[in-house]
């Protein structure tokens, strides 16, 4: 049977496998950030069910030709929307191996033993660099961190935790009053994902907003909130990178704040993004505070030049795992297995090979270099922005993130309509989707700074890159080009 891998299809394997590989490089190294756009007419084609098979390579032919163009290329210069391109050759080889390998690590001796104890080494790697402590590894308790499928599943984990921490019987008997488990987040920019693990884990829709500035909290209101629900709050959540404008909080602040009101509120770091910044000597500093934290959410896929998906979610006290521990005769009962600390995860493949790879491929110094140039490529634009009578920069840039509006005459910003400037912004991203050229992101955006009006809601554009190919000129030529549009 010629489409399974076997020693008699191994030649027949290798060219389509080879194949494989040279699309996907011409697709990352294309000039355009999308071909063409696509036709939901298309989608009744896409589900007919195929009862006859096609042969492999006439359907790597048909995917070159007829679905590749319209996917979206993070890795194309004029990508500027989202933080990473997964360029990483290295990463690229783990997740490739990492597929053929087929290791499962719910559990370790018997399918996945040196994986397991990789998987370890790549997790205590990223404690070592955010300042958590490091003990002797003698089993799966003594790890202090798990490997998740993305932000969300680890962030979901820590909320599961914080739970667990509040009161511990609640994994047996269930949430009794759910307004009892609350969880404090910034107003504004706090990623959805902790709303909703709040909802799946049966703690409602608990959530208290606390007001911000400068998009961090404010932190006599983060004080006021914690006084009047004492006692009611199991955790709160601060972001070292938020989604929108990568504002990093006061973290060495909000610890002492919030430990002093309430030792027993467990503190978590969404630090998706802002963990990179952990790998630059010079850089490191902006996270000062974040090993004294519960725990922390860190994203490789979003930051490290690694494909999706790759989260990790590390606690500093690595015996918490015992919290929310699962426990069946399906999984072993050893040492090492993983599977005794996943909620929410079963089998579970080797993603972390990728990232293995990556780091041991590039080395900690050269990707705190790397980290150091996304974050002057921002800079940079940042400048442009604030000298030019055009745009309007909405946020202290810290990481990558660089908010901005076009605003036609910053002289006029007083007198400026905000129907009419939002309505602008929204069409100049509307261009830019249709085009296919660049790609920027869009969202909505409270004006924490008062830059347009204090207060209003806002739709500005917003770069962020950690494309290391990325250039200055690329940069000028997408201010050159929004103009252009702004025009039109
Ligand atoms: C700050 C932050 N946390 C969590 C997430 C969720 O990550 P994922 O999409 O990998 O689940 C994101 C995603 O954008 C994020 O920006």
Not at 329 to 342: N, S
Not at 475 to 486: G, S, V
Request: hydrophobic share 35%; aromatic share 10%.
């Amino acid at each position: 049977m010629k489409e399974i891998l076997s020693k008699d299809t191994k030649d027949y394997s290798k060219i389509c496998l080879e194949k494989v590989i040279n699309m996907g490089i011409d697709f990352k190294l294309n000039n355009k950030f999308k071909e063409k756009n696509y036709d939901i007419s298309n989608f009744s084609e896409l589900l007919e069910i195929p009862n006859k098979g096609t042969e492999l390579n006439e359907l790597l032919d048909y995917f070159k030709n007829e679905i590749m163009p319209y996917c979206s290329n993070f890795s194309n210069e004029k990508f500027m929307s989202f933080p990473d391109s997964g360029n990483s050759t290295a990463a690229i080889s783990g997740a490739i191996l990492s597929d053929f390998l087929q290791q499962n690590l719910i559990n370790s001796s018997f399918c996945a033993p040196i994986a397991t104890h990789m998987e370890i080494a790549v997790i205590k790697w990223l404690r070592e660099l955010l300042g958590y402590e490091i003990k002797e590894i003698k089993n799966i308790w003594d790890v202090g961190g798990v490997i998740t499928y993305g932000g969300t599943g680890s962030n979901a984990t820590a909320m599961l935790l914080a739970r667990e921490n509040h009161n511990s019987k609640t994994m047996i008997e269930g949430v009794k009053s759910p307004e009892n488990y609350k969880v404090v987040i910034p107003k504004g920019i706090a990623h959805y994902s902790i709303r909703s693990s709040l909802m799946w884990i049966g703690c409602g829709n608990n959530i208290l907003e606390v007001p911000t500035k400068d998009y961090r909290y404010n932190l006599d209101e983060l004080k006021k909130t914690l006084i009047e629900n004492k006692g009611k709050i199991m955790s709160v959540v601060c972001y070292v990178g938020d989604s929108r404008t990568q504002s990093i909080d006061n973290l060495t602040e909000i610890y002492k704040l919030v430990k002093e009101i309430d030792e027993n509120i467990w503190l978590h770091a969404d630090a998706c993004h802002g963990f990179s910044l952990a790998f630059s000597k010079k850089l490191k500093c902006k996270i000062e505070g974040i090993q004294y934290f519960d725990s922390i959410s860190t994203d490789p896929h979003k930051v490290l030049a690694t494909p999706y998906c790759i989260s990790a979610l590390l606690i500093k006290d690595p015996e918490n795992f015992k919290l929310v521990t699962s426990s069946s005769d399906l999984i072993m009962q050893e040492d090492y297995a993983f599977g005794q600390v996943t909620p929410f995860i079963g089998s579970k493949s080797w993603v972390s090979l990728k990232l293995w790879f990556m780091i041991k491929n590039i080395g900690i110094e050269k990707i705190g270099q790397m980290i150091e140039k996304r974050c002057e490529m921002a800079q940079y634009l940042s400048k442009k922005i604030i000298n030019s009578n055009d745009f309007v920069l909405l946020n202290s840039v810290n990481i990558n993130s660089v908010v901005f509006m076009y605003v036609q005459d910053k002289e006029k910003l007083d007198s400026i309509n905000i129907k009419k400037i939002n309505e602008k912004n929204i069409d100049i991203h509307k261009q830019l989707s249709e085009e296919g050229i660049y790609h920027l992101h869009q969202f909505s955006l409270t004006d924490d700074n008062g830059i347009i009006k204090q207060g209003e809601v806002l739709f500005p554009l917003r770069y962020m890159s950690g494309n290391p190919n990325i250039t200055k000129k690329d940069i000028d030529d997408m201010l050159t080009y929004l103009r252009k549009l702004a025009l039109k």
